[in-house]
């Protein structure tokens, strides 16, 4: 929305432009298959893989993408991904039963994350790669194993000072790690050197990389022979599709905060930042909402970076002369905007203090992880046929039934907290009773993540959508089966003002 009000417009996919937009197709399927639900589009990531692709193959031959399966439970997606010939990145045990399922061999999974005794029999009885936590795991393979060695990776972490992470072995801890690799070397199949930063900073991926190939050549040393180094993921999602309009919202909504405006916080929520005097700091929980660089314009700096001590040679030159296959564990980046959640109006009220929340049939833990904020604007799609008689709207608003109106998004839980968006949205117009909401871009962890179902609510169905033949189909997410060769989205997205003649074809399966 543009004007004097802050707004926070999300960059959506055209094909998922084209889905919103195609008369009744959303409002179809929600009647076919109920609301709430969470929507995949699988044709746009089959188009985010080959982004990524398209980076490694023009800088170096010698590379694997793992798809993460943590990020979305779809088996619409996993499936594409093992159609794709990529591999899997697996971190429970029934992750690692949906892989095999969708049709993964042990040679395309990969398990990262703690392993407790179970998880880690169950991945050797398979044959899967473990990318190993710490030294108890590694310990504990060594004596699990049986007549074949069990391939592994080694995952390390503290590569700065002050630099402090749960997962991985320090740094300070490798020795120990490479003398037991080498002792154990006719049960233990070592393929290389891995990490994981969650974290966007150029600087620091690449002072990761460079202590990994320290590392390497202290492999070498031992008499082992190290050819895999595992990037891991944290590659970022574009979440808005305006940065300074984003600026202008996140300066408004601080303004708010120091009482220089109206209130735009539900209660006393300050989004991670802190109030002192007349100034507001600290870092938002909602930051990583402000990236504008796409994962493959990452994954290419930083191929492209030079690597200290090394001549100015670029991290992909450099690991492409060690002949060292490069890794990585995309999950964020290969679902983005690959997802999207809809749910229905179920009714407008007004709280004591003039608050107008609009109570919708899904709750905040179906949407979004519970520490962070979704800072972009949902898309209302009105009803098609509204009956005045059934608005939605409380009398007591006082207000017309038209123009802009500042709003919180409400769930259904019996709970206080469960507040979809604790920063004000604002609207053209009120919303109405029946009225859907759009919440762009949840394929990454929000559909997932914290979903729960308390109240004895059901988690929303999931469902997948795909483009072709002048129609959209629609289809259950355990339903969905690949075609041979899924189109690409910028050769499948309908042209403007296109209307098929049947917006939406539902498929159940019996």
């Not at 930042?273 to 938002?284: D, E, K, L, R």
Request: net charge negative.
């Amino acid at each position: 929305m543009t004007g004097p009000f802050p707004a926070l417009p999300a960059k959506l996919h055209p094909l998922v432009s084209a889905f919103l937009d195609t008369p009744d197709a959303v409002a179809q399927t929600l009647t076919r298959f109920g609301s709430p639900a969470h929507l995949v589009f699988p044709q746009v990531f089959a188009e985010n893989l080959t982004s990524l692709r398209d980076v490694l193959d023009r800088r170096t031959p010698r590379h694997r993408i793992c798809y993460a399966h943590k990020v979305n439970q779809s088996r619409a997606l996993v499936r594409t991904a093992e159609q794709a010939g990529i591999t899997i990145d697996v971190a429970s045990t029934h992750e690692l039963a949906s892989a095999a399922g969708a049709g993964f061999d042990p040679p395309r999974i990969e398990v990262t994350g703690p392993k407790g005794e179970a998880f880690l029999r169950d991945l050797i009885d398979h044959g899967a790669t473990i990318n190993v936590d710490n030294l108890w795991e590694l310990r504990r393979i060594a004596e699990l194993a049986g007549d074949l060695p069990v391939p592994v990776l080694l995952r390390v972490a503290g590569f700065a000072a002050g630099q402090v992470s749960r997962f991985g072995v320090p740094l300070t801890h490798t020795r120990q790690a490479l003398d037991l690799l080498t002792e154990q070397c006719e049960h233990i199949e070592f393929l290389g050197f891995a990490f994981h930063l969650d974290s966007g900073d150029l600087g620091e991926r690449v002072r990761a990389i460079d202590a990994c190939l320290a590392l390497v050549e202290r492999a070498y040393d031992c008499g082992l022979a190290p050819s895999v180094l595992d990037i891991g993921g944290g590659f970022r999602q574009v979440f808005t599709a305006d940065a300074e309009q984003f600026d202008n919202y996140v300066l408004a909504l601080r303004e708010s905060l120091l009482g220089r405006r109206e209130p735009m916080s539900w209660g006393s929520n300050t989004f991670g930042y802190h109030i002192s005097g007349s100034a507001v700091h600290g870092t938002p929980v909602f930051h990583k909402y402000a990236n504008t660089v796409p994962a493959s314009t990452m994954l290419a700096d930083l191929l492209d970076a030079p690597l200290p001590g090394h001549g100015g040679r670029t991290v992909a030159q450099v690991t492409g002369d060690n002949l060292l296959e490069l890794w990585l564990e995309p999950g964020k980046s290969l679902v983005d905007h690959a997802g999207i959640t809809v749910a229905s109006v179920q009714f407008v009220k007004q709280t004591s203090d003039g608050s107008v929340l609009v109570n919708l049939d899904l709750s905040r833990d179906s949407v979004t992880p519970a520490d962070q904020e979704v800072m972009v604007d949902p898309i209302v799609l009105p009803r098609a046929v509204r009956q005045a008689a059934s608005t939605g709207l409380d009398p007591a608003l006082g207000r017309s039934e038209s123009g802009p109106v500042g709003v919180y998004f409400a769930g259904q839980l019996c709970l206080e907290r469960d507040l979809i968006t604790n920063h004000k949205v604002w609207l053209p117009a009120p919303p109405r009773s029946g009225d859907l909401i759009v919440f762009p871009n949840t394929g990454a962890y929000h559909m997932d993540l914290s979903a729960a179902s308390a109240s004895m609510h059901p988690p929303p169905g999931k469902l997948a959508v795909t483009y072709g033949a002048g129609d959209f189909q629609v289809v259950r997410d355990i339903d969905y089966e690949p075609p041979v060769a899924l189109d690409p989205p910028h050769s499948a997205i309908p042209h403007p003002g296109h209307r098929p003649t049947r917006p939406v074809r539902s498929v159940e399966t019996h």
